[in-house]
């Protein structure tokens, strides 16, 4: 089953590994501490608070921010001109934690090889669209492709 990034349904998610881990209502119940009509309804939001969102992760052990983390290296990469301003602007140091985008895991390198062996995208396309560094396409290109391209 392909994962679709671009549309992230959370709720379902969280049921699938809920079901794949056999974890019991009622423990969910009691360290969410919500009823069953409320547990129903978050299995079927699209969206959910962060603080519950962390409580879900604690409990079922998942990472379900990498989600939407993944979705900003898909879908929201940063322009030129707006890493340009950046560093103009912002000379002064956050009091926020800073995070490269170079968090490129194995679901979005096999994304992004599937685009090319499937001739979805280009290469010069990718780098563009996607921001990712020329050197490091042909790199994963390389090491990951199943067909001659």
């Known amino acids: 089953m392909e994962f679709r990034y671009k549309d992230i349904k959370i709720g379902q998610l969280i049921k699938t590994l809920v ?9 969910i119940c009691n360290f969410l501490k919500v009823d069953e009509s409320a547990l129903e309804k978050m299995y ?16 079922l052990e998942y990472d379900f921010f990498r989600i939407y ?12 001109m707006d890493a340009k301003k950046s560093v103009v602007v ?12 170079s968090l490129y895991t194995p679901e979005i390198i096999q994304f992004i090889i599937e685009l ?20 490091t396409l ?12």
């Open 69 to 80: 983390s993944q979705h900003l290296l898909l879908y929201a990469p940063s322009s030129k």
């Open 138 to 149: 042909y790199k994963w290109i390389r090491k990951h492709r199943k067909t001659e391209i």
């Open 90 to 101: 912002n000379k002064e140091k956050s009091a926020l934690p800073s995070f490269t985008k």
């Open 19 to 27: 079901l794949e881990r056999d974890i019991e209502e009622h423990r």
């Open 44 to 59: 079927q939001s699209k969206s959910m608070d962060t603080d519950l969102l962390l409580r879900w992760s604690k409990l």
């Open 116 to 135: 090319v062996e499937q001739k979805k995208k280009t290469p010069p396309e990718i780098i563009e669209h996607y921001r990712i560094p020329k050197t």
